[in-house]
């Protein structure tokens, strides 16, 4: 999986923060303090189209889209292919881990707790 240029990802926050798919418009209005072009906006939103990284849908002229996946399961994704990258995942894993903070731990602690679980 890409990582995301600072365009993309500024568009991919205002479609996260969404619960609906937007249009190019909608979007562009969303990023109007950065003074995009409309086919700026179109431009970034279907080069996301072709990276599968937003889905979209017809809407009479327009296109809506919407992220394929959530913010986090993308992120998860980039994660997983650092891990992959890497010749020894145990080792970047311990680091990554290392480099927490209490709290960033302790969410850790709770995720794990909760895959370890039986599930009823």
């Not at 619960?19 to 190019?24: A, R, S, W």
């Amino acid at each position: 999986m890409n990582r995301l240029g600072e365009l993309e990802r500024a568009v991919m926050d205002v479609l996260w923060a969404r619960n609906e798919p937007m249009t190019v418009r909608e979007v562009g209005r969303e990023l109007a303090d950065r003074d995009l072009a409309h086919t700026t906006v179109m431009t970034v939103l279907d080069r996301l189209a072709k990276k599968k990284v937003v889905t979209r849908a017809r809407e009479g002229r327009a296109w809506r889209y919407r992220p394929a996946a959530s913010r986090e399961s993308y992120v998860s994704e980039l994660m997983f292919d650092a891990l992959g990258q890497t010749g020894d995942r145990d080792a970047a894993l311990a680091a990554f881990v290392q480099s927490m903070d209490g709290k960033g731990a302790e969410a850790l602690r709770r995720a794990l707790a909760e895959i370890e679980q039986p599930r009823n």
